[in-house]
Structures are given as structure tokens and as C-alpha cells.
């Protein structure tokens, strides 16, 4: 294995840039075009394609990506305990979440005390969550009903309650709390098919036995809450959906609904742990917010 020329290509695969990756070696470009073209050339495989200015892995490029993130993070681990002290947090992390919000706060916290890290957050389903961090895609997720699989490590988080979202000119948001006889005079907005928030809706109001009056069908909680201040109806978020608007009221459900929600877990892999954006990512979720799943080992009652 030529050494020099697999870093260059995890560079150039992780910057997606010639003249980055030189930089970042202090090299030439030539150098860098040298050492990728001599790496395809001995292996007979094409790694790269040009996509506007920059260039992107082709399938081969990004399996091979995905073991040298993997050799990378083992090099600076030897580096680590050969100098006898932990390497600074300032790389880049990853992370997918059905609930942004939660993964909002935790970076907050986490570049609080790391600020140098570079952070990236997108939204996915649990199953794309999950593919994304096995194929290092992904660095950590966070997610409702997480998938298990031998090569994930799954951590419970917090507990969220299911809360009612009323526009602040209805007669119901002046209570203390939602009992759901109410909803059988209401118009429910509820989100899109497939949506983890309508599915426990759904289940909750059929348990109880309840109707509402009428239900539209709208996609996005931003436009769900929108049609909620525009008196459309009602709504259901989670706690970390519930965001500050001054025309909606959130509500908390009565008993003995009241405990209704959702379990979050971090998920990661189990051979990156040790990763130290990980690791800071993981002491950030160790502060505690809210209250932790049921059945967590030391979870308030």
C-alpha cells in the first residue's frame, strides 16, 4: 500500500478539491493529481469524476473513502497514545436526525465547548439513519425507534412528550391542559403519511375511543404550525417541535394521556466511539435534557 497516495485521495474524496487537499498537505497539486492518478492506474480502477469545479467519488471512490475514514481516525488514534495526550476536537461531525431540534440544541452544546468543530445536521427516516452510519456516511444519529444492527451502538437519550398545538385565539388554549373529549369539535391537522408524530396521533385518539370533527392532511411541521396561527385546526408536536410562536398555545395532554411520547436514542457506530468529535458529541448528550426513556437505568420518575 502506497501511503502517501491513499492520503491524498482521502483528502481529495473528503474536500472535494485538488487545490484543497494540496493545501491541506503542503504539496503541489501536480503532487496530488500524481499520487491519485498512480492509485487508479495500479489498481485499475477510476475513484473520481468531475462534477462542476470539484470532483466527486464514483461507487468505488466512496467504498474506498469509507475504509479510509476508518484508517484515518486508526492513525490519529496511534498518534494519540504514542504523544500521551488526546487530540483536540476540531473536525467535522455529521448528524442525521428524525428531529432536528433535539440535534439542534445538542451541537449548541456541543460547540460550546468545542467551537471549532464543523457541524453539519440533516433530517432522515430512522432506516436512512441507520444506512447512512454504517456506510460512514453519517458520524452520529438520533432517532425515535431505532434499528438495530450488530455494528450500531444505541444509546437511550431523553423522553418527549406529545404536546397539543392550538392557535392562541382558541377558547381550548386558555386550559391548563388537553383532555381529548375535546377533539371531537376540532378540525386535527396532522402531518404526512409515514410521519413517527401522526402514527402515535393516530394510535393515541383510536385508543381513547375519540373522533375529531374533520382532519386535513398537510406535509412539513413549519406549514403545520402555519395552518394552525391561520385557525385551521389543531395539532400535535413533540416537545422539541414546539417551537415559540406567539399566535399558537402548546399544551400539555391530560390524564391519563399525559405520558404519551416518544423515546430518542443516539445512535453511532461501535468502532467509532473513540472518534473524538464523537466522543465530544456524546459527553455534550451526557449533561442531560429532560427526562431520560422509560426504563433507562437511573431515569426519574
Known amino acids: 500500500m502506497n501511503y502517501p497516495q491513499i492520503r491524498a485521495f482521502h483528502l481529495v474524496a473528503k474536500e472535494g478539491s485538488v487545490r484543497r487537499a494540496a493545501e491541506l498537505l503542503g504539496v503541489s497539486q501536480p503532487t496530488i493529481s500524481q499520487h491519485l492518478k498512480g492509485l487508479e492506474t495500479r489498481h485499475g480502477v477510476r475513484l473520481f469524476e468531475k462534477r462542476g469545479r470539484g470532483l466527486v467519488p464514483t461507487e468505488a471512490g466512496e467504498r474506498l473513502f469509507s475504509v479510509t475514514l476508518r484508517l484515518t ?4 488514534e496511534i498518534d494519540d497514545l504514542l504523544e500521551q495526550r488526546p487530540r483536540a476536537a476540531t473536525g467535522r461531525l455529521r ?22 468543530i464543523e457541524v453539519t445536521i440533516q433530517r432522515r427516516s430512522t432506516e436512512a439513519i441507520a444506512a447512512a452510519l454504517l456506510e460512514m456516511r453519517a458520524d452520529v444519529g438520533i432517532a425515535v425507534e431505532p434499528m438495530v444492527d450488530p455494528a450500531l451502538l444505541i444509546l437511550p437519550y431523553r423522553y418527549e412528550e406529545l404536546r397539543v398545538c392550538l392557535p392562541a385565539t382558541s377558547p381550548l388554549a386558555q386550559r391548563r391542559d388537553f383532555a381529548l373529549d375535546a377533539i371531537s369539535g376540532q378540525t386535527l391537522i396532522q ?29 412539513g411541521s413549519d406549514v403545520v404550525r402555519e395552518a ?74
Open 95 to 116: 448528524v442525521h436526525a428524525d428531529s432536528p431540534g433535539i440535534a439542534v440544541r445538542l451541537v449548541s452544546r456541543l460547540r460550546a465547548s468545542h467551537p471549532r
Open 73 to 76: 481516525e486508526l492513525v490519529n
Open 191 to 219: 402531518r404526512e403519511s409515514g410521519s413517527r408524530t401522526r402514527a402515535l396521533v393516530e394510535r393515541t385518539i383510536a385508543i381513547a375511543g375519540k373522533t375529531p370533527a374533520s382532519v386535513l392532511e398537510i406535509e
Open 228 to 301: 394552525v396561527a391561520c385557525g385551521l385546526g389543531m395539532t400535535f408536536f413533540a416537545e422539541s417541535d414546539c417551537l415559540p410562536d406567539p399566535r399558537v398555545v402548546y399544551l400539555r395532554l391530560a390524564p391519563p394521556q399525559r405520558q404519551i411520547g416518544f423515546s430518542e436514542h443516539i445512535m453511532l457506530r461501535r468502532d467509532r466511539r473513540r472518534v473524538v468529535e464523537i466522543a465530544a458529541f456524546l459527553s455534550a448528550a451526557a449533561l442531560g435534557e429532560g427526562e431520560p426513556a422509560p426504563g433507562v437505568p437511573g431515569a426519574r420518575r
